[in-house]
């Protein structure tokens, strides 16, 4: 759904997400793909198997996301990982994260019908309050058997710092959810004692589409559909993603041909 100019230095470098010329569908002031008919550039559509599922098919995008994110972490073999935030990108993270060989990944939530549903996709999780960070210990050192990666899919604030505080020395935060405020606080001077590395990542970038297609029979993500509606309900789909928070991800489907 991103469509970048093509032809300034940060399309041609690969890096299309950061395009200052860029659209995307469903982002305003571009409208989103609910008609019969959409117009795409060729080189951002990707064949999908022919057995691939529709619903399979509409979760790609949310797991190029994720391919993105860990990428951007650049983990190695037998890290150990937390996802902060149990949300749809949140476990699509994990899965990602355990899929290129992290060692051990562990999904935090406050909210426990989060916690449960990343459960029954076989991931191991812990409450979020319990990742809080201890005000007698600011100043002390990160401990050496602290993750090697944390990925923030929360966008909130204070799941970011705790995620922060669990890394260990030398560690790398990523920030992938959009954060609820536009400043957040960090702890840079304790982050500086332990050489941590915070990077962002944004959308996707080239390769991270074909990447997903690929990876998408080693995920889990039929289970993300929590809901479905025909098209002449879209109006009332949309409202249910933003109203009820025991949604995953809302499904709207076109007519099937009889």
């Known amino acids: 759904p991103a469509h970048p100019c093509?032809?300034?230095?940060?399309?041609?470098?690969?890096?299309?997400?950061?395009?200052?010329?860029?659209t995307c569908f469903g982002s305003p002031p571009t409208d989103g793909a609910l008609a019969e008919y959409v117009c795409v550039p060729r080189d951002f559509v990707h064949p999908l198997p022919a057995s691939t599922d529709v619903r399979i098919g509409a979760l790609i995008e949310p797991l190029a996301?994720?391919?993105?994110?860990?990428?951007?972490a650049a983990l190695a073999p037998g890290h150990r990982v937390l996802v902060t935030g149990a949300g749809p990108i949140g476990v699509l993270v994990a899965q990602v994260a355990a899929a290129v060989g992290a060692g051990s990944v562990t999904v935090s939530d406050v909210a426990a019908e989060r916690r449960e549903f990343a459960a029954r996709l076989g991931l191991h999780t812990v409450d979020a309050a319990g990742l809080a960070p201890d005000p007698e210990r600011s100043h002390a050192l990160a401990s050496p058997y602290g993750y090697d990666a944390v990925f923030d899919c929360s966008g909130v604030g204070p799941a970011l710092v705790s995620g922060i505080r669990a890394l260990r020395p030398g560690g790398t935060a990523v920030v992938v959810g959009n954060p609820s405020r536009p400043l957040t606080e960090?702890?840079?001077?304790?982050?500086?004692?332990?050489?941590?590395?915070?990077?962002?990542?944004?959308?996707?970038?080239?390769?991270?589409?074909?990447?997903?297609v690929a990876l998408a029979g080693r995920v889990r993500l039929a289970e993300l559909v929590t809901s479905a509606f025909p098209l002449e309900r879209a109006a009332e789909a949309l409202e249910v993603a933003l109203t009820d928070p025991s949604q995953m991800k809302v499904l709207v489907e076109p007519a099937r041909e009889v």
């Not at 032809?7 to 010329?21: H, I």
């Not at 996301?65 to 951007?72: D, G, S």
């Open 6 to 22: 093509g032809s300034c230095a940060l399309c041609r470098a690969g890096r299309y997400n950061l395009c200052p010329e860029g």
């Open 65 to 72: 996301v994720a391919v993105h994110a860990v990428r951007r």
């Open 186 to 212: 960090l702890p840079l001077a304790w982050m500086q004692r332990q050489e941590l590395s915070l990077v962002t990542s944004f959308r996707y970038g080239a390769g991270d589409f074909a990447a997903a």
